[in-house]
């Protein structure tokens, strides 16, 4: 597949601004600079962009717990993300939300989302209101192999094939609900043709390659684009940290995550692929990395000089406009 | 007798119930865990730990991994029970009620009712509650207000690893089903928690600290904060009565009034927000059957009207604090009549 050579930069700086968001908000996890749960996307880089290099701003994603990568891919700004991490009112969501509730409405993000599979059923909505307005957009929801198991995951792509929506539904199978592996949780040997079952076309990618997901989720956005209904892309995938920062990862098979660093890494995958192909230069990739590098600092500096909220502000947003008591 | 936090005396009572009743199983998301994985099976004992060994002691029939699919989890419990299992099921966090609402409120609930009572439905559903670990909007509720709104279900609080054991195993041998809130924020502290199997009814309250002037009920995690607002105030020479009621619903409405009419003062603390809440029914309690004894308004120490914010400051301000309960014992001895 050939590509735009703007546009293989952008894929590129794009994965290594996950890449290096996750790394460091690891860091500052471990330091104690950042509180509360959080799942990191470090390793299922390519799987955001690769999906994400075919939206514009007014289509929409809806991601999971694991988010940042989501959020970045679609265009949040690294910053402000960083600031909501660090609970900061300057932050995204004001510090409301934080790892887990990541959202953007201005770029077309409908949230990261704490519930597993609480995203499907929300994208057939925006979907919907796709398909009413007849403006082209596609909705996409992205979550995991856990999530196929939930009764709303379900409900969301049959109502989405009933209703004809632009839904796409991106599957990120990186193996473990949690600490159970898939093997287990996924009571069919084919998930593929499970979901297929439901009525829409699911096209398969490799999570650790870029192009491949590119590919795949480019036939699944065109096929709804064009108004054919929900389609589906199953992206095999690994993650490079637990489950949520401080899980012990009994689950791993030993060596499993060194050989997952070494061989399913989608940076690297990109850099083969483009040394062989000679469409960018290694010295190119190399001033991308300096740049994020710079960029992620600049976050975290940001994130730690950043205000800090204030009580009064625990009761504002609940409402827009309240006349009740609104608070205790 | 030993020293145990609350995790490990849930874990000891879990271990007990089951070797003493082959009827009590475990079902949830990674109550086990590793299943299908290179790792250990059984090594996980559900996220927060409080599962740990049961799989190694009874086995895969006994404690049994799912998918992620509550509604399934709690149907499977409600259904097993019907026919005379006793399961613990495990919804990881209380908030992921949202989930299985259905199979909790229209099915497990109301069973026995509308089955003109002949049917039981002896099953157990663990959830970890509340605040304190910075986990916003959707891993922080404590929903036990919500479910003590629902007749049929009862709706166990434990503030403390003792009662929490003890607690649990009259939850397992309970014939209804009984919703089991554990304060996650709780876990880890301990106290004295006998080896042996020792149960504590429900609707039966604590009295935590006794004394004249107050009347304090607080609920779960709230219960520490408000003994140390009340062993503060004691240099000050204000005494209250500090009362837990330990489940919710049925309620021991019988020790809350008697403390009123003795104190004529009543302070409601839980972490929940205001509206419907269990702040709310306690002074509904004490306005209705104690009105003559109260010589000051009732006062709810809880949460805003707002979902539970992310960062560590705001949620420190959002969860009320020890000093908040102090600051309004001493208000309410100011505008005494």
Known sequence: ?328 | MSEKTMRDAINEALHQAMAADESVFVIGEDVAGCNGSQGEVGSVGGVFGVTSGLYKTFGPDRCIDTPISESAIVGAAAGAALVGMRPVAEIMFADFIGVCMDQIVNQMGKFRYMFGGKSKCPAVIRFASGGGFSAAGQHSQSMYQVMTSFPGLKVVIPSNAYDAKGLLLQAIRDDDPVLFFEPKALYQEACEVPDEMYTIPFGEAAFVREGDDVTVVAFGQMVNRAAAAIDALEAEGISCDLIDPRTSSPLDEAAILESVEATGRLIVVDESPPRCGLTADVAALAADKAFHALKAPVKQVCAPHSPTPFSPELEAAYIPSVEKIQTTIKELMAQSR
Request: proline fraction near 3%; charged fraction near 20%; include cysteine.
């Open chain 1, 1 to 328: 597949m050939s590509l735009p050579k703007e546009k293989l930069l952008r894929a590129y700086r794009q994965m290594k601004t996950i890449r290096e968001f996750e790394e460091r908000a690891h860091a500052e996890i471990m330091n104690g600079q950042i509180a509360g749960f959080t799942h990191l996307y470090t390793g299922q880089e390519a799987n955001a962009v690769g999906v994400c290099e075919h939206l514009d701003n007014d289509d929409t994603i809806i991601s999971t717990h694991r988010g940042h990568g989501h959020c970045i891919a679609k265009g949040a700004d690294v910053i402000g993300m960083m600031k909501e991490l660090f609970g900061s009112s300057e932050g995204l969501c004001k510090g409301k939300g934080g790892s887990m509730h990541v959202a953007d409405m201005e770029k077309g993000i409908l949230g990261a989302n704490g519930i597993v599979a609480g995203g499907p059923p929300i994208s057939v909505g925006a979907a919907l209101a796709a398909r009413i307005r007849k403006n082209g957009r596609v909705a996409v929801s992205f979550s995991g192999d856990g999530s196929v198991n939930q009764g709303t995951c379900f409900e969301a792509m049959n109502l989405a094939v009933v209703l004809k929506v632009p839904a796409v539904f991106v599957i990120e199978n990186n193996y473990y609900s949690e600490h159970t592996n898939i093997s287990y949780a996924v009571g069919c040997d084919d998930l593929k043709a499970r979901t297929e079952g439901f009525g829409f076309p699911v096209f398969v990618a490799d999570g650790a390659d870029f192009f491949s997901v590119y590919e795949a989720a480019g036939k699944a956005i065109e096929h709804a684009r064009a108004g054919n209904g929900p389609a589906g892309v199953f992206a095999e995938t690994g993650r490079f940290h637990g489950h949520f920062v401080g899980d012990p990862q009994t689950y791993r098979a030993e060596g499993e995550l060194d050989d997952l660093r070494e061989n399913s890494c989608c940076l690297k995958n990109f850099r083969t692929t483009m040394q062989a192909s000679g469409e960018l230069s290694m010295e190119e990739l190399d001033a991308i990395d300096a740049e994020v590098m710079t960029l992620i600092e600049e976050s975290v500096s940001a994130a730690k000089a950043a205000a800090r909220p204030t009580p009064e502000q625990v009761t504002e947003d609940v409402y827009i406009n309240y006349s009740g008591q609104a608070s205790a």
